[in-house]
């Protein structure tokens, strides 16, 4: 992968934190390009992080991963990711499957603790559930880096949520414009497929969505923006979406996105099957239904998040935690929109379109004035170190 394009993918520090100052064998969240670190720089982190803090089992360090749901695309690759990092380093990693749900998320966090392990990698649903999980791990004395969705104390790894989702939603409103015209785009409907049970920091990013699409296109009546609770899952989207129709004319644009890639799908299959295809358009995030991206024409795009590069980030973090190593609050994706022009720059086992790629113009002054009202969000005020500046 070209080096331009590995500089795309880089992991960045939220701009409200100190800057972090030491390399630790190749890896500073400030400057990492993302790929995969050698094994043998993996290998001298565990050497080094055991004069600070040996094992707990004398011999080698064990890792617990509680994945989000690991028959979901996305929470696969994610955990592909951090299996290849953790075998090239030397680490025992144990898997726990969080079924979405989180009291099965509690449960998995007890067995680690009875398990004894070094570290814990949760990536957990529910932040209903954060605050007990994080108080068993800090009785327990184990240090937590949180995936995508935050948990009380424990490192924050993932989207730049207010950024991927911005872009999301200002990328779909031009592509409709573009191919439906101005006109007839604010006659249309946006449908956004939230995830309530997460808690306000992964609503910025459905926020954002919303945020970015009406600054794209002025004047669009707000009461055609429908929301509703994907229940993170292409199933329930499918459902949701379905039950939506009926509320939407006939002969209008309807122009989707939501939480993810698969629910995003989901809205995309509803409006098929209900018979209106040609006037769907719909925008993903995590660029991780390669297949649909590729294939499918009115999935125009995605917000690629890179799920399968979370692994070179996540074992050098959990290492440098316990090697002592100053640790950001937040470190974060640098996102990317991938669309079928240019699928084949992130994915070498897809081409990419020949077909014109649409032009498009990010919102910058509009998203700074998203961003100035999230200091003001009640629902963020316990969280705003975890609040991007940029």
Do not use: W
């Amino acid at each position: 992968m070209k080096k331009s394009i590995l500089a795309a993918l880089a992991v960045t520090l939220m701009s409200a934190v100190p800057v972090y100052a030491e390399d630790f064998h190749g890896y500073d969240p400030a400057t990492f390009d993302s790929a995969m670190l050698p094994a043998e720089n993996l290998k001298a982190m565990v050497t080094d992080t055991m004069k600070v803090t040996p094992p707990k089992n004398g011999k080698n360090y064990v890792i617990g991963f509680a994945n989000l749901a690991r028959d979901v695309p996305f929470c696969a690759l994610v955990e592909q990711g951090i299996k290849e990092n953790a075998e090239a380093a030397g680490i025992e990693l144990v898997v726990a499957d969080n079924k979405l749900d989180g009291a099965t998320a509690l449960t998995n966090a007890e067995s680690f603790i009875t398990r004894d392990v070094d570290f814990v990698i949760e990536f957990q649903t529910d932040a209903a559930f954060g605050a007990t999980i994080m108080q068993k791990m800090n009785d327990a004395g184990i240090k937590v880096v949180a995936i995508d969705i935050p948990m009380p104390g424990a490192t924050f790894f993932g989207v730049n949520n207010p950024r991927a989702g911005f872009m999301g939603g200002a990328y779909l409103a031009q592509a409709a414009i573009a191919r439906f015209g101005l006109d007839k785009v604010k006659q249309g409907y946006f449908i956004e497929g939230e995830l309530p049970q997460s808690g306000p920091i992964p609503a910025m990013r459905t926020g954002g969505q919303v945020a970015g699409f009406l600054a794209s296109v002025p004047g669009f009546d707000a009461s055609h923006v429908l929301k509703f609770d994907s229940k993170n899952v292409l199933e329930e989207s499918f459902t949701q979406t379905n039950s939506l129709l009926g509320k939407i004319p006939a002969d209008v644009p309807i122009m989707g996105t939501a939480i993810n890639d698969q629910a995003t799908t989901g809205i995309l299959r509803a409006v098929k099957q209900g018979g209106r295809e040609k006037d769907v358009l719909v925008v993903g995030l995590g660029a991780d239904e390669k297949d649909t991206l590729a294939n499918e024409p009115n999935f125009v795009a995605s917000v690629g998040s890179f799920p399968e590069r979370y692994g070179n980030a996540l074992i050098p973090i959990a290492l440098s935690t316990l090697a002592g190593k100053a640790i950001p609050d937040a470190v974060l994706i640098n996102h990317v929109m991938v669309n079928k022009q240019t699928i084949c720059n992130y994915y070498k086992d897809y081409k990419c379109s020949t077909d014109p790629e649409m032009s498009y113009t990010f919102p910058q002054k509009e998203f700074e004035a998203y961003l100035a009202t999230l200091k003001d969000d009640p629902t963020l005020k316990d969280v705003q170190n975890l609040v991007p500046t940029k």
